[in-house]
C-alpha cells in the first residue's frame, strides 16, 4: 500500500534535505533525486517510517520553497517530528525556535514569512518553553489543520475565536497553566478529531454537544473543571432479551392451532351432542312452531315439550311395543291420566303438515265403544305423534300368551265378549266411516283390553294415513304373517273381506291361545299355520285339544263350536264368500249363524261331491265338518273347469 | 503537600510517559490473536509494544498516541484474519477502535466494555459472528458503532439506544433478527433516528424503519400448516370419538330395546 503524503513541484529541495541528512537507516534511499524531478508523489509507507528513522541534520533553506509541502514538522531538535496522518501542516524553515519565546512573537514570525500555516507546532526544547498568553489573533489562521500548544507555559483564557478555525482537527492545548472556562465556539468546530486541553486550570462545564460528542474525560483530565467527566448514561443492569419476536410467533403458531382444532371438533362436538339428545327419543323440539291450544275438533294438539315430559324424554323404559308404524310409548300427562304415545316413523313422516292433519282428522272421526279413541297428536316439522289413551289391560295377544301366574286366563265369556266387540269395531269402521277404513291388520295384538276387559280395536287408519295415493292398492303388503287373506299376499289388493280374513284368524286364537304363525307346531309334525292347524284338529274332531287349555275345561261347546263357525266363515278364501263384518256382528249376537252355516255346509258337500265324484259315502251335515283345505284357495272350479 | 508532591510527579511523567504496561499488554495480545498474513503489519514487533509510543509520537503502524498513550486503532484493509483479544480492554486510553474491511472472524468481546473512553468503534465488513455484546452500553461515549457487514446473529441490543451519543449507527448486512429496538429506529427528541439503510440487510429484522414483521421464524405457511395439520387431527380425532361413543351408546339402547316384547300391544 503506497500513500503519498507529500506533493513537491521541485524535486531540488528534497533532494537538498536528503543530501544534508545522515541516514543510517537508509529510509530515505527511496528518494532518488531523478525521481524527484518527475513524481509528484513521495512514497512513504508510512510516516513513522521517517518518525522513527533517527533522522539527523540539519534542515535546509530549501525547504522554504515547497510551498505545498505537508506532514513534516520538525522539532527545535531539527529532527523530524512527524505528525499524525493526515495531519497538512507548512514548514517554515526560516524560524527554528530556540529559547523562550512568546507566543505573539512566533506567531509574527509565522505570518512575517508570508505564508499561510496549516499547521502550527510550537514546542520548546528541554530548557524552555513559550510563555505568555494564547493570542486571538490566531483564531485569523482559518487554514489550519493542526494546533498544537501543549507543553508549554501558557497563561490566560483560551480565546473564543479559536472556533473561527473550522478546519482545524488537532487540537492539544495541554500541560499549559490556562484558566477561564471551554469556550462553546470550540463545540462547533466539525472537523476535530483530536481534543487535549488537561492539565490546566480551566473550570465551569464541559460542553458535550457538537464535536465534543466525541470527547472523554481523558481530554478535560486535570482540571478545576465542574465536573469533568461529561456525566455518562447510568449504566443499564442488561435486560433479558426480548424474546416478544420468538413467543409471539409461538403464540400465533399455537393460537391458530388450537383455533382450527376448536373449528375442526366443532362439528365432531355438535354432532356427538346431536345424536345424544337425538339418540335416546329422535326429536327436535321446535316448540315455537306449535300452539297447544289448538283443537281440531275433539283432537287436542300437544306440545312436543308436553310429550316429552309425559314419557320421561321417551325413555326406554316406556316403551309400550313396537308396530309397523314406529314405537309405543307408555306416558302420564299433566293431568295424570295415563296415554300411550305413538312415535311414528322418520320416513313416515315427510307428508305435508296439512295432509297429516286430514288423516289424523279423519281417524278421530271413528269414534265408537269398540275403538280406540284418538286422544291427539302433535306435528312438529320432523315428528309426528299420535295420542292415545292408555289400555290397562294390554292386547288379547299379551293376555292370552304373556299372563303373569299372578293374573287369572280370560274366561270364555269374557272371549266372547271380546270377539262381539272387535266384530262390532271392524263392523263400524267399514260401514259407519265416511270414507270408510280398512284395518288391514286386524290380529290378537291389535286388539286391545280396557279395564272393563271390553275389545278397543287399535292401530286402524293409519295404513291409509301413512299410504296416501288413495287406492287400496299398497306397494307393500301390510299385515301379520297368519292373519293375511290370501287374495290379499297374491294381488296386493284390500278390501273389507281382508279385514274380515283376519279377523277370523283373531277368533281361531282367542279359543286356541295359539299363535296364529307357529313355528313350534313344526315339531310336533303339526301345521303351521294355525288354520290348517284347527281345520286339521276339526276333520279329527278333536275339540278338546283345540280349545285353550287355560280354560281349563271351563266353555260351552256349542259356543265354541258356533264362534268356530263364524271364524271359518270369515277364513274363506274367496272374500265374496266371507261375510261381511255387520253380518259377523249379527251371528255372534245368535242371528243367522245357524242359516249360514247350513248353507255352507251344503255349498261345501257340493263342492266336495264336485270334487271327488265317486269317492264320496255319505253325508251327515252336523256331525261330520265338511271343510275345505284352506290352502286351496283358488276356486275348486277354476281347478276343474266346466264339464 | 504530599497531594503536591504527587501531582507534580505526574506532571513531570507525563510529558515523556514511557511506555505504559497496560497498552503493551493491550497490543501483545492483540498482535497474537490476530493473523496478519499478508505480513502488512510492519513493526508489530514486542520492542515496538513495549514502547509504541512517544509522547504524541507514534512507532507503531496504525496506532495513533496522545500523551504517550494509544488513543487510536486503525487496522484497516490488511486482511488480517483471526480475532479479536478482550485484552484489547487494557488500551483504556483508546478513543477509536477501527479493524475494518478485514477477514476477522470470532465474536465481538464483552470486555470492550472496559473502553470507557472508546468514542468509536468500527468492525465493518469483518466475518465476525456470535451477538453483539449489550455491554458495549457502558462505554457511554460510543459515538459511533459500525458492524455492518458481518455475520452477527441475535438480536439488536435494547440498551444501545441509550448511548446518548450515539451519531452513526450501522448494522446492515449481517443475520441478525428480531425486532429493532425504538430506541434506535424511532428516536425521540435531539437524538438523531437511524434510517432503514442503517438495518438492511438482514433478513429477520423487522419493525420500524423496516417493514413490521417482515419475516419471522415460523412462515405464515408454516403457522397455516400447523393450523390445517391439528385441526385435521383434531378433525379425525373428534369424529373416531364420537363414532366410538354412538357406537357404543346404541348399543347399549339396543340391548335395553331388546327386552322389550314382541307382544306388548300395537296400538
Known amino acids: 500500500m503506497i500513500h503519498c503524503f507529500v506533493f513537491y513541484e521541485t524535486g531540488d529541495a528534497l533532494n537538498a534535505l536528503k543530501t544534508n541528512m545522515a541516514d543510517p537507516n537508509n529510509v530515505l534511499q527511496s528518494w532518488d533525486p531523478t525521481l524527484l524531478h518527475n513524481i509528484k508523489c513521495l512514497p512513504f509507507r508510512e510516516f513513522s517510517d521517517l518518525g522513527n528513522a533517527n533522522l539527523t541534520g540539519q534542515l535546509v533553506p530549501q525547504l522554504g520553497s515547497l510551498p505545498n509541502l505537508q506532514y513534516l514538522m520538525p522539532d527545535l531538535n531539527s529532527k523530524f517530528q512527524v505528525l499524525l496522518k493526515g495531519t497538512r501542516c507548512t514548514l517554515d524553515v526560516r524560524t527554528p525556535m530556540q529559547g523562550a519565546r512568546t507566543l505573539l512573537e512566533s506567531f509574527e514570525v509565522l505570518t512575517l514569512s508570508g505564508t499561510v500555516p496549516l499547521c502550527l507546532v510550537l514546542r520548546p526544547d528541554n530548557n524552555a518553553s513559550i510563555v505568555g498568553k494564547v493570542d486571538m489573533v490566531l483564531g485569523n489562521l482559518t487554514e489550519l489543520v493542526s494546533l498544537d500548544l501543549y507543553l508549554n507555559k501558557l497563561t490566560g483564557d483560551i480565546p473564543t475565536t479559536l472556533g473561527q478555525l473550522k478546519k482545524l482537527r488537532f487540537l492539544r492545548l495541554n500541560n499549559n497553566s490556562l484558566v477561564g472556562t471551554i469556550p462553546l465556539s470550540l463545540t462547533t468546530i466539525d472537523t476535530l478529531q483530536v481534543l487535549d486541553l488537561s492539565n490546566n486550570g480551566l473550570v465551569g462545564d464541559v460542553p458535550v454537544n457538537g464535536s465534543f460528542s466525541l470527547f472523554t474525560p481523558i481530554s478535560f483530565a486535570n482540571n478545576k473543571l465542574n465536573n469533568p467527566p461529561p456525566a455518562p448514561p447510568p449504566p443499564i443492569p442488561p435486560t433479558p432479551p426480548a424474546q416478544s419476536g420468538i413467543s409471539s410467533t409461538g403464540a400465533i403458531a399455537g393460537g391458530v392451532a388450537a383455533g382450527a382444532a376448536l373449528l375442526f371438533a366443532a362439528p365432531a362436538i355438535v354432532l356427538a351432542l346431536w345424536r345424544k339428545r337425538k339418540a335416546p327419543d329422535h326429536f327436535f323440539d321446535v316448540p315455537a312452531e306449535e300452539d297447544p291450544e289448538v283443537h281440531l275438533g275433539q283432537l287436542k294438539r300437544f306440545s312436543l315439550r308436553e310429550l316429552q315430559v309425559a314419557t320421561d324424554n321417551f325413555s326406554n323404559k316406556n316403551i309400550l311395543g313396537r308396530g309397523g308404524f314406529g314405537k309405543v310409548y307408555k306416558g302420564r300427562l299433566a293431568d295424570g291420566s295415563l296415554v300411550a304415545v305413538k312415535r311414528l316413523k322418520e320416513e313416515r313422516t315427510q307428508g305435508g303438515e296439512l295432509q297429516f292433519q286430514t288423516e289424523v282428522e279423519m281417524i278421530s272421526m271413528a269414534v265408537h265403544r269398540n275403538l280406540l279413541r284418538l286422544r291427539g297428536f302433535c306435528m312438529t316439522p320432523t315428528e309426528r305423534l299420535l295420542v292415545y289413551p292408555f289400555m290397562v289391560n294390554g292386547s288379547v295377544a299379551s293376555c292370552l300368551r304373556e299372563r303373569s301366574e299372578f293374573e287369572p286366563a280370560l274366561d270364555w265369556a269374557i272371549r266372547k265378549r271380546i270377539a262381539l266387540g272387535a266384530a262390532r269395531g271392524l263392523a263400524y269402521l267399514h260401514d259407519h266411516c265416511d270414507p270408510k277404513i280398512i284395518h288391514r291388520d286386524v290380529k290378537a295384538a291389535n286388539i286391545l283390553l280396557d279395564e272393563e276387559f271390553e275389545a278397543v280395536v287399535g292401530d286402524f287408519g293409519l295404513a291409509k294415513l301413512m299410504d296416501y295415493k288413495d287406492t287400496h292398492v299398497t306397494t307393500a303388503v301390510r299385515g301379520t304373517i297368519g292373519h293375511i287373506a290370501p287374495e290379499y299376499l297374491s294381488t296386493g289388493k284390500s278390501s273389507e273381506k281382508t279385514d274380515v280374513f283376519g279377523y277370523g284368524v283373531m277368533l281361531l286364537e282367542l279359543i286356541t291361545g295359539q299363535r296364529a304363525f307357529d313355528l313350534a307346531r313344526l315339531a310336533n309334525d303339526d301345521d303351521v299355520m294355525l288354520l290348517d292347524w284347527v281345520k286339521g284338529l276339526l276333520k279329527e274332531r278333536k275339540l278338546e285339544t283345540l280349545v285353550d287349555s287355560d280354560l281349563n275345561g271351563n266353555y260351552i261347546d256349542e259356543e265354541v263350536e258356533q264362534l268356530i263357525q263364524v271364524a271359518l266363515l270369515c277364513t274363506q278364501g274367496t272374500p265374496m264368500e266371507r261375510p261381511k263384518m255387520s253380518e259377523v256382528v249379527r251371528m255372534l249376537e245368535g242371528d243367522g249363524l245357524a242359516e249360514r252355516w247350513e248353507e255352507w255346509q251344503k255349498e261345501e258337500m257340493v263342492r266336495q261331491e264336485f270334487n271327488q265324484a265317486h269317492h264320496y259315502n255319505h253325508h251327515q251335515p252336523n256331525a261330520n265338518w265338511i271343510i275345505a283345505d284352506s290352502t286351496s284357495h283358488i276356486p275348486p272350479d277354476e281347478l276343474s273347469g266346466p264339464r | ?267
Open chain 2, 1 to 267: 503537600m504530599g497531594l503536591l508532591i504527587v501531582l507534580l510527579l505526574t506532571c513531570a511523567a507525563l510529558p515523556w510517559a514511557s511506555s505504559d504496561p497496560s497498552d503493551e499488554a493491550c497490543l501483545t495480545h492483540l498482535s497474537q490473536t490476530l493473523k496478519d498474513p499478508l505480513k502488512n503489519l510492519q513493526n508489530w514487533t514486542k520492542s515496538t509494544f513495549a514502547n509504541p509510543c512517544s509522547g504524541f509520537t507514534s512507532y507503531l503502524p496504525g496506532a495513533t498516541c496522545n500523551n504517550g498513550r494509544i488513543y487510536k486503532l486503525s487496522l484497516t484493509n490488511l486482511s488480517l484474519q483471526g480475532s479479536i483479544s478482550p485484552f484489547l480492554s487494557n488500551c483504556t486510553n483508546l478513543q477509536s477502535l477501527d479493524l475494518s474491511s478485514n477477514s476477522i472472524s470470532g465474536t465481538i468481546p464483552q470486555d470492550l466494555q472496559y473502553l470507557v473512553n472508546l468514542a468509536v468503534l468500527n468492525l465493518s465488513s469483518n466475518r465476525l459472528e456470535g451477538e453483539i455484546p449489550p455491554q458495549l452500553t457502558l462505554c457511554a461515549y460510543l459515538n459511533v458503532i459500525d458492524l455492518h457487514d458481518n455475520l452477527l446473529t441475535g438480536q439488536i441490543p435494547q440498551e444501545l439506544g441509550l448511548l446518548a451519543r450515539l451519531s452513526a449507527f450501522d448494522v446492515s448486512y449481517n443475520k441478525l433478527s428480531g425486532p429493532i429496538p425504538a430506541s434506535l429506529g424511532n428516536r425521540s427528541g435531539a437524538l438523531p433516528r437511524f434510517n432503514a439503510t442503517s438495518f438492511e440487510g438482514n433478513k429477520d429484522l423487522y419493525g420500524y424503519p423496516l417493514p413490521p414483521m417482515k419475516t419471522k421464524g415460523l412462515s405464515v405457511l408454516a403457522i397455516v400448516g400447523i393450523g390445517l395439520g391439528s385441526g385435521l387431527a383434531s378433525l379425525v380425532l373428534s369424529f373416531t370419538g364420537v363414532c366410538i361413543w354412538l357406537k357404543i351408546t346404541e348399543e347399549k339402547m339396543a340391548a335395553e330395546e331388546g327386552k322389550v316384547s314382541q307382544y306388548m300391544p300395537d296400538y
